[in-house]
């Protein structure tokens, strides 16, 4: 199940703009052009996570904005899921998640406490 941080932006009402930074107290997330898709999503959730951590009164650091910006774009429940079925293997786990990169995938499994050994690909052969 991809996760588009842009339309999570949205959703929360944060505008999302690409070029560079004008000064203004408007909560905006600025992307620069020049970086990839994957980087793009990654800015947006990891920005979006500040934001969020701010409106909550939370502590804001960008430990937390991590770890925001990994709950964010790689749901426990549905990665957890996507683990048992694919295995601990980020450039599977890649085939259902695009906006993320593997090294974010990798950390996402970490950050989950999730050993490779624990998780292997299902195959169900016939009788």
């Known amino acids: 199940m991809p ?3 842009f339309a999570l932006a949205r959703s929360v009402g944060i505008p999302v703009c690409f070029g ?3 000064h203004t107290d408007m909560q905006v997330i600025y992307v ?3 970086l990839s898709y994957q980087r793009q999503q990654w800015l947006v959730a990891h920005e979006l996570g500040h934001i969020l951590l701010g409106r909550a009164r939370m502590i804001d650091s960008e430990a ?6 990994l709950s964010l774009l790689l749901p426990r429940d549905p990665f957890l899921r996507d683990i048992y079925e694919l295995g601990c293997v980020p450039e599977r786990l890649a085939s259902r998640h695009p906006a993320c990169s593997h090294y ?3 950390r996402r499994i ?3 406490g999730v050993s490779s050994g624990l998780f292997a690909p299902v195959t ?3 009788p």
């Open 3 to 5: 996760v588009d941080a």
């Open 20 to 22: 560079s930074i004008p």
């Open 32 to 34: 620069p052009r020049r």
């Open 64 to 69: 937390g904005a991590d770890l925001v910006a």
């Open 104 to 106: 974010v995938i990798s």
């Open 110 to 112: 970490a950050d989950l």
């Open 124 to 126: 169900v052969s016939a």
